[in-house]
């Protein structure tokens, strides 16, 4: 399968990532909830266990919103999405050492590994918008290391800024697919 095609699929299987970032952004805000209530390790611990229930959730909106959820028979980059979230799982236990150091480390540690886990959904649907999103979510993450901000703000700041992007990718391909999946 060519690049372009394999990209179109994985726009139309899963409404070119918004269903994803979405769900990401609810369990930031979740997180960032758990933060403002109860324990930071909680909150982190909320993240990461939210983060494992991303893809899942993501394939079930997909298919609320009328997408297949699932990709064609031979689109490798089913496979590249897959070996980025090894980005995640690898370099998670480094962002919870950032925050033995400083806790307020976390979230802005986070918000860099997952900006640079978005430049790579450039490649996999096909738009400059997941290039943008992960260099904002870099710059995010280095922008509050050095602000010292109280532990819950980067949470909300990554809830937030992936609740914007989510829509606005939502949108983006809302006009493509409408909702129930009818192609317009």
Request: glycine share 12%; net charge positive.
């Amino acid at each position: 399968m060519e690049i372009a095609k394999a990209q179109e699929d994985m726009r139309s299987a899963y409404y070119g990532g918004a269903a994803g970032v979405l769900v990401s952004a609810t369990a930031w805000l979740i997180a960032a909830m758990v933060a403002l209530h109860s324990t930071q390790l909680a909150s982190i611990v909320t993240l990461y266990v939210g983060g494992m229930f991303i893809f899942p959730l993501a394939i079930v909106v997909s298919k609320l919103l009328g997408r297949p959820g699932i990709l064609s028979k031979g689109n490798t980059l089913g496979m590249l999405g897959l070996e980025s979230t090894g980005i995640l799982i690898f370099c998670y236990p480094l962002a919870y050492v950032a925050s033995l150091v400083h806790v307020e480390w976390f979230y802005p540690a986070m918000l860099v590994l997952i900006g640079v886990r978005y430049l790579l959904f450039t490649t996999l649907y096909g738009h400059k918008v997941y290039w943008i999103f992960g260099m904002v979510l870099i710059l995010a993450g280095y922008t509050l290391a050095i602000s010292r901000l109280p532990f819950h703000v980067g949470a909300f700041v990554g809830s937030a800024l992936e609740y914007v992007f989510g829509m606005f990718i939502f949108v983006m391909h809302r006009k493509r697919f409408g909702i129930g999946g009818e192609n317009v």
